[in-house]
């Protein structure tokens, strides 16, 4: 019995450090060539910070939305960004629903989620790519939709 509790907990322990977010993978993917990249890691303590700055004080439903987020990585290359662009779209479409995606002359466009199973989103990819410019947006979190649809009501208020 006690065997296999142990096991149970190392397996959960060992799942929970290899969920990894969509970037991360990305990244490890391309290890040899990780100098071609520049990545900005954006902590919700960060985000919220940013917010109070530019509103003074944050409202509640944005507070409700931030809580639940974990961050939001951007990652960009002017480096061969065709080749990564097209790496990352094949990786996203193998592991998360798209949503919408544009193609206009020399500008690409993707987005991408991944979905819980309680009507929740634990990551929101935007894929671009523009010229040979490759750039990823990875908000990661939980992530309700219909909260999300709020944010975009909030930020068009700030405008």
Known sequence: MKKTQLFIFLFSICSYISAQDFTTDFLDNHKERNEDFSVI????????????????????????MLQDLKGIRILTTEDNGKEYYDSARDLLVKQHEELVS????????????????????????????????????????????DKLSELSKIVNRME
């Open 102 to 145: 544009v193609d206009k002359s020399a500008k690409n466009v993707r987005i991408f989620t991944k979905n819980t199973k309680n009507k929740m989103t634990s990551e929101v990819i935007m894929l671009m790519l523009e010229n040979d410019k490759m750039t990823l947006v990875d908000i990661i979190g939980n992530i309700n939709l």
């Open 41 to 64: 890691n954006v902590t919700s303590s960060m985000l919220k910070m940013v917010m109070e700055m530019e509103m003074g004080t944050v409202d509640d439903e944005f507070k409700s």
